[in-house]
């Protein structure tokens, strides 16, 4: 059985940091797409962060770059998304989300990921 399994959500200020962490059983991350999406009440789920198949290859939504650094730990099959300068329009669910077998023009689609972890609560407020 396959299990993503989030943590290191939690309130926070503006201008905080936060590191979540997405811990996997059952599936390898070193071949897989893993990615970061994200969801507020009454919105679509949104696309935050993907790191595909290699350390070297990164993508980034715009509201969220060059504050936010996905990366994994491939030996301990954890992937991360360091959160930094947080604004209270980062606030959401924070899910991540894995994949062996999508192709890198199919990362920002929800639909296409086969795993999924239970979400993390990031709450940016005063």
């Known amino acids: 059985q396959v299990q993503l399994v989030e943590s290191g959500g939690g309130l926070v200020q503006p201008g905080d940091s936060l590191r979540l962490s997405c811990a996997a059983s059952?599936?390898?991350?070193?071949?897989?797409?893993t990615t970061w999406f994200r969801q507020v009440p009454g919105k679509e789920r949104e696309f935050v962060a993907s790191?595909?198949?290699?350390?070297?290859?990164?993508n980034y939504a715009d509201s969220v770059k060059g504050r936010f650094t996905i990366s994994r730990d491939n030996a301990k099959n954890i992937l991360y998304l360091q959160m930094n300068s947080l604004s209270p329009e980062d606030t959401g669910v924070y899910y991540c989300?894995?994949?062996?077998?999508?192709?890198?023009?199919?990362?920002?689609?929800?639909?296409?990921?086969?795993?999924w972890g239970q979400g993390t609560q990031v709450t940016v407020s005063t």
């Open positions: 989300a894995a994949s062996s077998t999508i192709i890198y023009s199919s990362i920002y689609d929800p639909s296409r990921y086969s795993y």
């Open positions: 059952g599936f390898t991350f070193g071949r897989a797409v």
């Open positions: 790191l595909f198949r290699s350390s070297s290859s990164t």
